[in-house]
């Protein structure tokens, strides 16, 4: 009976750890997208990976809070123009730091990301929905 008890607790602690370290899903959360570049020369190499990336990629930095510390690394985020409609996917490769000028509602996405919906770089800033994909 306590060996019974003991595995279900231990079952127990590996399902909350689990879900501790998984993102909470974000689901059309409205934000700011601004232009970042993620080359060489173009700043520090990303956060979730230590490396410089192709500005022809869909990529994206996500401020401090979306971020998680890294939780959502790699993952594929969906972006969606509020002027047009049109939605990209994009890939979270960075932190646009909040505790160091980057506000805490801003995509900070590639060229290619603005290319593909649509959007002049000399903006500088569009409102966007965002979500987990």
């Known amino acids: 009976m306590a060996h019974a008890k003991l ?8 399902i909350l750890l689990h879900a501790s370290t998984r993102a909470m899903a974000i689901e059309q959360m409205p934000a700011t997208m601004t232009l970042n ?3 060489p ?3 520090e190499p990303a956060e979730c990976d230590g490396k410089f990336h192709n500005n022809k990629e ?16 790699q993952r594929m985020i969906s972006i969606r123009n509020d002027q047009n ?5 994009a890939r979270v490769v960075d932190e646009c730091d909040s505790r160091h000028a980057c506000k805490d509602n801003i ?3 590639s060229v290619a990301v603005w290319n593909a919906l649509g959007l002049d770089t000399n903006i500088g800033e569009v409102p966007v929905t965002w979500s987990d994909s």
Do not use: Q
């Open 7 to 14: 595995a279900a607790l231990a079952v127990l602690v590996v």
């Open 37 to 39: 570049g993620f080359g």
């Open 41 to 43: 020369g173009e700043g």
């Open 58 to 73: 869909m990529l994206a930095a996500l401020s401090t809070v979306w971020y998680e510390g890294g939780i959502r690394c």
């Open 85 to 89: 409609g049109r939605t990209v996917r």
């Open 107 to 109: 995509v900070d996405t």
